[in-house]
């Protein structure tokens, strides 16, 4: 017989799985909490009292997400340096696949800022990306003096600004990768071994090529004309 822990964290699969399915079916989570619990077969009251709101159960499912993620990347053959960028290409590929369902969790778990939205780039996300940095640090590719939770932040805030722009309808996917591998490329030449940074620096100038090539198409919202 399941323990009492258990049986609560099944209620509390249920319900994300749920949400995954609704927001699949649907495009958007615009579905109630009534038709949440339904499809969970739990009762009304069960997700707000095992989550507490609808955006926290947005951010579980944030979080199942990338518990899958990880386990996809973790099939990936890349060193500590090429993770990096292997990730975000990854995490690219995921969203072409289902973009309408990735945007409706995003929308969903950001709401409309507040206190909560934070999560949106905090646990598990910041854990994955200071995994990251402590691994390359470890290899001798970033500096050891370096603080790894400054870097995991820097990093995975820049990740979200970016995947911000692409919900919003403001940039593609093929941006979005080129934007973060250019971010990233400059965030972590700065933090970089001799050894690191020279595996890093060839990576720039292709880079900056693309953007250029996207700016040509269509301007920066900086330096586009606001008159019009």
């Keep these: 017989m399941p323990t009492r822990e258990q049986a609560k964290q099944a209620r509390r699969d249920a319900i994300i799985t749920a949400a995954v399915r609704l927001m699949r079916a649907r495009g958007d989570a615009g579905f109630s909490m009534r038709a949440l619990a339904e ?5 009304i009251a069960t997700p707000y009292n095992l989550f ?3 955006q926290a159960i947005m951010l579980a499912v944030l ?4 518990a899958r993620y990880e386990d996809h990347l973790d ?4 060193d500590a340096l090429d993770i990096f960028f292997e990730a975000v290409s990854l995490a690219v590929e995921l ?3 289902a973009p309408k369902f990735h945007k409706a969790v995003l929308f969903a778990a950001y709401g409309d800022g507040g206190r909560d939205h934070r999560a949106v780039f905090g646990d598990p996300r910041f854990l994955f990306w200071k995994g990251r940095v402590d691994q390359a640090r470890d290899a001798g590719l970033l500096e050891s003096e370096i603080e790894a939770n400054a870097l995991a932040l820097a990093l995975s805030q820049q990740f979200f ?5 692409w919900a919003y309808g403001q940039i593609g996917l093929d941006e979005l990768e080129s934007r973060v591998h250019y971010s990233f490329a400059l965030l972590l030449k ?4 001799a050894a690191g940074a020279e595996r890093i620096a060839p990576r720039i100038r292709p880079l900056q090529q693309q953007l250029t090539r996207f ?3 269509a301007p920066l919202p900086l330096t586009a004309d606001k008159s019009a």
Excluded at 190 to 193: F, M, V
């Design 39 to 43: 499809a969970a077969g739990v009762s």
């Design 52 to 54: 507490g709101s609808k």
């Design 63 to 66: 979080d199942a997400g990338m």
């Design 75 to 78: 099939r990936l053959e890349a």
């Design 95 to 97: 969203y072409g696949e």
């Design 161 to 165: 600004i970016c995947i911000l722009e």
């Design 190 to 193: 700065g933090a970089a071994t």
């Design 215 to 217: 700016w040509a198409d």
